[in-house]
């Protein structure tokens, strides 16, 4: 076997949503909302199912996808993309991560990752023969700071890997971060490849800035969504890739012998979900931040310190201080001994430097968050 999954361990999610099953465990680990998701998307793909056409559809994405997720950005975010040539549909964000990274990397080429990093990206930069160059961000603040990049950039750097807002550290970066970034690679030559997965979930009125928008990276930036995040629906695994025609012959390439195409079903009920109007959209965030608020408040009248949670599905507490020992002996004796699963934040951490941080999901209806509180009484 290739040394790079010779030696990789099963992701932290799996790990622990198998515990969670063992222990009948509440699971606030793996990061899945337990509703089923907006019925009318659902009756759509249904229908589309039954009623549809279940061949191959065309490699890049239904046509209507395709201008649907042209249309959804210009909307939501200010883009102009080509829905021919500047659009492409994947089994899920994880595929075009993988595809993009595979068409970008030469081996030798040095790539740029900002800790936490979601556990796939080191072992698809590892495998592409990348070199990766990371750069820690501490909590509570999780910015991105000059001096970093400068000691992590240099003319052998091909590609950075930016994921924003940041999972698990629920962190939101803003148009300095972002420009800040944005003056490196345009003086090194850059690509970046933008996993904006969680671009709609985002708190009290902020906005997410794709970084494909700032001065200069328009043909340098490869942006991924994911419908699982936008619609609630992570077992439906629809991506989409955006980038400049010339970056995306190259992402295309990968993408024909990684899945080829995705389900024509889910296709369309995604190009339906993506033209609702923006107060859809308000009425998913305003959801979510109550969510957000009832875990957060109640963890705190519990004693554990919870950290600024301004975007995607997560939050998390600091055991530092509280004697509980580290994040994964904390996480291990939550789900086997008191029926609740988390997540390890000394996972996204390459170097294990914070082994202190918990990541909890809190995309749960209230009665659950309220059993998973009860269970975690008298802990802090
Ligand atoms: N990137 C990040 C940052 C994620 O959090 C996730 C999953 N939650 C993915 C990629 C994978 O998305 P998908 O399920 O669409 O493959
Ligand atoms: N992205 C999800 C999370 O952060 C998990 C995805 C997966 O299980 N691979 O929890």
Redesign the pocket.
Same mark, same amino acid.
């Given at each position: 076997m290739n040394p790079v999954f010779a030696t990789l361990p099963t992701t932290v999610f799996e790990t622990m949503s198998r515990l969670a099953r063992a222990h009948s465990a509440i699971n606030l680990g793996q %990061?899945f909302p337990d509703d089923p998701g907006p019925a009318d998307i659902r009756q759509h793909g249904a229908r589309a199912l039954v009623d549809g056409w279940n061949q191959y559809p065309p490699m890049m994405g239904l046509p209507a996808l395709r201008e649907a997720v042209a249309a959804h950005y210009a909307a939501h975010q200010g883009l102009t993309l080509d829905p021919e040539t500047e659009v492409m549909v994947t089994s *899920? !964000? =994880?595929?075009a991560?993988a595809g993009a990274l595979l068409a970008l990397i030469e081996p030798g080429d040095e790539v740029v990752l900002f800790a936490p990093l979601?556990d !796939?990206y080191l072992p698809l930069v590892r495998r592409a023969g990348g070199v990766p160059r990371i750069v820690t961000l501490t909590p509570p603040a999780f910015r991105l700071d000059e001096a970093a990049l400068t000691a992590a950039f240099s003319d052998r750097t091909k590609v950075v890997v930016l994921?924003n807002p940041l999972?698990p550290s629920a962190t939101l970066f803003g148009h300095d971060d972002l420009a800040l970034l944005a003056k490196f690679c345009c003086r090194f030559d850059v690509t970046a490849l933008c996993?904006e997965?969680?671009e709609h979930v985002v708190f009290d009125g902020t906005r997410h800035v794709p970084l494909m928008a700032l001065p200069g990276m328009r043909e340098r930036t490869v942006k991924i969504g994911?419908a *699982?995040?936008i619609f609630s629906l =992570?077992g439906w695994?629809v %991506?989409f890739v955006m980038a400049d025609a010339r970056l995306m012959q190259g992402l295309a390439k990968a993408h024909q012998f990684l899945t080829f195409t995705t389900p024509p079903n889910l296709q369309e009920a995604v190009a339906y979900g993506l033209a609702k109007p923006p107060d859809w959209f308000d009425a998913m965030r305003a959801g979510y931040a109550c969510s957000r608020d009832r875990l957060a408040d109640g963890l705190r009248a519990l004693g554990f310190p919870v950290l600024p949670a301004q975007a995607t599905w997560f939050l998390n507490i600091d055991i530092a201080g509280l004697g509980l020992g580290e994040d994964l002996a904390f996480c291990e004796a939550l789900v086997t001994r008191h029926g609740v699963a988390a997540i390890p934040v000394s996972a996204f951490y390459p170097d294990a430097s914070v082994r202190t941080l918990v990541r909890l999901c809190f995309a749960k209806a209230d009665a659950t968050l309220d059993a998973a509180l009860d269970r975690m009484s008298g802990l802090a």
């Open positions: %990061g *899920g !964000a =994880t595929e991560l979601y !796939a994921n999972n996993d997965v969680w994911s *699982g995040k =992570t695994k %991506g």
